[in-house]
């Protein structure tokens, strides 16, 4: 018989949930066997070999190379963001970035950096954003010593939670972002089950600690979920700004 990664998962929890109720119930010894299980087997996959290498089992979307792994956001043609050096950056006025491939449950890693000339101040400074299911903004902006509403600086959840500390690198330096994102689930009636949640380090500190999502982004207005598909693209931001990325990848969490 065949049983499937989350039916061993499952057996597995309930097991140790039933023997350590019955534990609790009776003063009773138990041997160590009784808490041990060896089903499932996790996955063996290679970890990268510096901060800067994706692990084996990583989707490569960016990687200096090209930009086949996207589309235009506006009508679906091939992008014309500039890349030079593995750098990509925004060409303004374009208009964003989507994955051709959608996904829900995920780590995704990027790294950017803002302008090393300062233009502007606040919002208008080295904007753009990470749109997670084209629905669930992670700020970017450059928000070394720039002061503007903290639920709308760098590595903020856009309009929604602020950073827990600001982790910015100076213009012209590259930042990292490690987000882990659980998307919500919905009913069949399209009642919301669980919210989506955010875990985001910046360089390495986590400033969004399993936040769960009050809705979508929304620039004005009160945050409402509404029933989507259970995997969609991944959007990067034209905001006017020529921020650039590198080393995009991301890995499912099935």
Known sequence: MKISLKSGLLASTFVFASISTFAQEKDIDLPPEATEFYKPVPQKIQAGESKNTPPSDAKILFDGANLSAFVNEKDGSEPTWNIEEDVLTVNPGTGGILTKE????????LEWRSPSEIKGDGQQRGNSGVIIMGKYEVQILDSFENDTYTNGQAASIYKQSPPLVNATKAPGEWNTYDIIFTAPRFNKDGMLLNPAKLTV??????????????????????????KHKEKLPIHFQDHGSPVSFRNIWVRELE
């Open 201 to 226: 380090l910046h360089n390495g500190v986590v400033v969004q600690n399993n936040y769960e999502l009050h809705g979508p982004t929304a620039y004005i207005g009160i945050l409402n979920y509404t």
């Open 102 to 109: 959608n996904f829900g449950d995920m780590q995704l890693h």
